[in-house]
């Protein structure tokens, strides 16, 4: 079945340094990708998403790229900022599905110190 | 932005009492859905609901669990008995069409905590 998985967390960074987080899937066809965040005590809310191959999502200076060829969407931002601090889900959609059925990754944990 | 709302924040409850989280999702969104994520693990799809009946649900969703739609703002997820395994944080989302891709909202989420 399908499947996301994240790099291993939590990752810790100084302010204004390079972020990536790794997702690679696995799942027939051409899922629709996103990347989730969770600040402290509210839910999920849609960072970005791709929705076909070599496209690229982007908002609030993350990024990340659909690549098919090795089945992996990371998050990037060149700068992060304190208030980056949350935890970041990958999650796919399955090409063949409607109703928004996502499969989630672990989380990663972002903590970012001044 | 407009948001989901769940209720309660925090749930405790006896094993094998019933349950019932309420969500109200954003007014105008056709779909309707709930996830859980046990501590330390994956977020999990439980169900999707849809013009007042299930249009999906996971092979956790089983006779214990159930949804209901009650009047035209509530989305319900009821557990008749609960297990010690049922603790979780469940959260509630809604999107307006349902299709591929489209964003989900989701609320902040009910912590249960079965004893």
């Known amino acids: 079945g399908d499947s996301v998985t994240q790099m291993e967390g939590p990752v810790t960074l100084s302010e204004e340094a390079f972020l990536t987080i790794n997702c690679t899937y696995t799942a027939t066809g051409y899922p629709s990708l996103f990347w989730y965040v969770q600040y402290p005590g509210e839910g999920l809310q849609l960072l970005l998403k791709?929705?076909?191959?070599?496209d690229k999502g982007s908002n609030k200076g993350f990024e990340a790229t659909y690549r098919k060829e090795t089945t992996s969407f990371h998050l990037e931002k060149g700068s992060v900022q304190v208030s980056d601090s949350a935890v970041y889900f990958c999650?796919?959609?399955?090409?063949?599905?409607?109703?928004?059925?996502?499969?989630f990754g672990e989380g990663t944990q972002l903590t970012v110190n001044p | 932005e407009p948001e989901v709302t769940q209720t309660p924040s925090h749930q405790v409850t006896q094993m094998g009492q019933e349950v019932i989280l309420r969500c109200v999702p954003i007014s105008n969104h056709l779909y309707f859905y709930w996830y859980r994520q046990i501590l330390g693990q994956k977020v999990e799809f439980l169900v999707s609901f849809y013009n007042n009946e299930i249009s999906e649900k996971s092979e956790i969703f089983d006779d214990q669990f159930s949804v209901e739609r009650p009047d035209g703002s509530n989305f319900t997820l009821k557990i008749r008995s609960t297990k010690l395994e049922d603790s979780a944080m469940y959260f509630c989302?809604?999107?307006?069409?349902?299709?591929?891709?489209?964003?989900?909202?989701f609320g902040s989420g009910t912590q249960l905590s079965v004893l």
């Open positions: 989302a809604s999107s307006e069409w349902g299709v591929v891709g489209e964003k989900l909202f």
């Open positions: 999650a796919l959609e399955p090409q063949e599905t409607s109703g928004s059925r996502l499969t």
């Open positions: 791709a929705t076909k191959a070599d």
